[in-house]
């Protein structure tokens, strides 16, 4: 098994541009989470779905949209980057009876210029 | 919404000797509480937790002690190996919420 795998793994854009990020799992996780990692601050939850066709906010959802379309995606839109959106970027899934332990993807190191 | 910190950004500790790594949290209607391994440049890795109404828990290496009176908690590892060195993160979730609350972590850096 793969487990969760992120794409891209590094990504620059300029500032308004737009991009997508995917997260795919092949654990036949139901919940599903997007958290930022910035330096001194630990993870913050971005967005999260407890099941397909279902999104939540979570702590720091402003300027991001997300998609669970399929139960084994979710993706993670940037409408309008903007620089205090650089960061890393981590994708997790976790069982519903689980949900202390989360499984989580690479990361996605994204830079806004 | 839950809180919580760690004590020391850093930890220094000789090969061989034990690792106590402490975090502190404010909410006491935590129902769990979760240590997370990461190593540098991947995705965190979950390592052990421990129920609110638990002292301690023991897994491989590890051991969490968790003191409600203070509202403090610790990750011990014993006999600490180079492939210990990583970012450690401490997290808080009620039993009704699906997200959990990170600290800022601690870097534990062996010395061989």
């Known amino acids: 098994n793969a487990g969760v795998t992120q794409t891209p793994k590094f990504r620059v854009l300029k500032t308004g541009q737009s991009m997508t990020l995917l997260c795919a799992q092949d654990?036949?996780?139901?919940?599903m989470y997007w958290y930022r990692q910035d330096p001194g601050m630990g993870l913050r939850l971005i967005h999260y779905s407890v099941g397909e066709g279902t999104t939540a906010k979570g702590e720091v959802p402003d300027g991001y949209n997300v998609s669970r379309l399929k139960k084994q995606n979710f993706l993670l839109g940037l409408e309008s980057a903007a620089p205090s959106q650089t960061s890393v970027y981590f994708c997790a899934s976790s069982y519903r009876s689980g949900k202390n332990e989360q499984f989580f993807g690479p990361g996605t190191r994204l830079t806004v210029l | 919404g839950e809180s919580v910190g760690l004590h020391l950004p850093t930890l220094s500790v000789q090969e061989g000797d034990n690792s106590i790594i402490n975090c502190a949290y404010s909410n006491s209607a935590s129902d769990y509480f979760i240590w997370y391994k990461q190593e540098s440049g991947k995705g965190p890795q979950f390592i052990i937790d421990i129920r609110s109404n638990m002292d301690k828990r023991q897994g491989q290496r590890v051991t969490v002690l968790l003191n409600k009176t203070v509202k403090h908690l610790s990750l011990q590892i014993a006999a600490t190996q180079p492939g210990d060195s990583a970012v450690y993160f401490c997290a808080a979730r009620n039993s009704n919420d699906y997200k959990l609350s990170f600290g800022a972590g601690t870097t534990v850096t062996v010395r061989a």
């Open positions: 654990m036949n996780h139901e919940y």
